[in-house]
C-alpha cells in the first residue's frame, strides 16, 4: 500500500499542473516556486517568481497557482507572494526540467 502523501506533496502535485504557456515545463520543475510554508491550521504560504517580471501572464499564473493550492484537502487559506529577489535564472530549474528542454 502506497504512503499516504504529506499536505506539502498534495501542495506540489497540484502546482506541477500549472505550467508557463511559453515553456513546455510545469512551474514547480522551472523553479518558479521558492519556499511553501504550511502552518498546523492549513494556512499556506508561498513565494514564487516568474521568470521575468515582464512575464505575459504575470496576473494570471499566480492566481492559477493560489487556486491549485486553495482545491487541496485539508488548506484553509493561501498567501501567495511574487517576487523578483533572487531572480529567477536556468540554474533554478530541476534537472527532469532541463531535460525536457534539452539543456543537459
Known sequence: MPEELTMKD????????????EIPVDIYELGLIYDIDIKEDG??????????????VAESLPMEVQEKIIAVDGVTDVDLQVVFDPPWS??????????????L
Do not use: G, N
Open 10 to 21: 498534495r501542495i506540489i502535485e497540484s502546482i506541477k499542473t500549472v505550467y508557463d504557456p
Open 90 to 103: 536556468k540554474e533554478l530549474m530541476s534537472e527532469e526540467a532541463r531535460f525536457a528542454l534539452d539543456m
Open 43 to 56: 494556512q499556506v504560504a508561498v513565494r514564487m517568481t516568474l521568470t521575468s517580471p515582464m512575464c505575459p
